[in-house]
């Protein structure tokens, strides 16, 4: 009976070599770039560890971008994806669907007037001078986290510019100005200075996976494709 069981390792040597071959064929093999800006929080950790799972010869590594230049990294082909906020208005670029979506909150000092507050609301952001997110990010992108009009067509004023998220937790912390952030980065980045408050009469902040254009892979695809089942279950 022993003698009888010899050929078993050599027939899962085979079979290893098949699944390893059949992997490559269909390109679900190899190591995929995702780019983030701040932290990648619950929704974005699970679909990463969800891709591994399903392509355990695959692999997805998280890149930080800076908030100054969140689309730059992934135009130079430095990374293959990105999670992003909304909107993605290069024409170069291509979106999947909304991973996550999240209401948006304030980011002020505790010395703030309006630290202590339970929800402001979105006209009232004409009495903060935000920081102000510094280029080549788009104008529009920068619009949601730091508007320069309330929807009313109040003006907000602008202080000193940050680059990454970090100098921006930074300056309001130094009561040198405030910033929208999604509630979700709220919870995963909470520090004793700083103070995040509900935010009225605004739009949710919405996450989504972006890709160049012309540069997709078989790879890419499968991480595109987990991304929308991901969003499905999330709806």
Request: glycine letters at 10%.
């Amino acid at each position: 009976m022993l003698a009888g069981r010899s050929p078993a390792p050599a027939r899962a040597g085979t079979t290893d070599a098949v699944d390893r071959a059949r992997a490559r064929a269909r390109g679900i093999e190899g190591i995929l770039r995702i780019g983030f800006v701040g932290t990648p929080y619950g929704t974005l950790l699970d679909l990463v560890g969800d891709f591994r799972t399903g392509h355990p010869r695959a692999r997805a590594d998280l890149v930080e971008t800076p908030l100054s230049d969140p689309f730059g990294p992934l135009l130079r082909g430095e990374i293959d994806a990105a999670f992003v906020t909304l909107p993605v208005v290069d024409p170069a670029l291509r979106t999947g669907p909304v991973i996550a979506a999240d209401p948006l909150v304030l980011g002020v000092s505790t010395r703030h007037a309006f630290a202590a507050r339970e929800h402001v609301g979105a006209e009232e952001l004409a009495e903060c001078t935000f920081v102000d997110i510094g280029g080549p990010a788009p104008a529009r992108w920068r619009e949601l986290q730091s508007p320069t009009t309330t929807p009313g067509g109040r003006p907000i004023a602008h202080g000193p510019s940050a680059g990454t998220l970090q100098e921006v937790l930074s300056l309001i912390a130094a009561d040198l100005g405030v910033l929208l952030f999604c509630a979700q980065f709220a919870g995963y980045n909470g520090r004793p200075d700083v103070a995040f408050v509900p935010v009225t009469g605004l739009a949710e902040s919405a996450v989504t996976l972006t890709w160049r254009a012309g540069h997709e892979t078989n790879l890419l695809r499968s991480f595109v494709a987990a991304s929308t089942r991901l969003s499905v279950r999330a709806a």
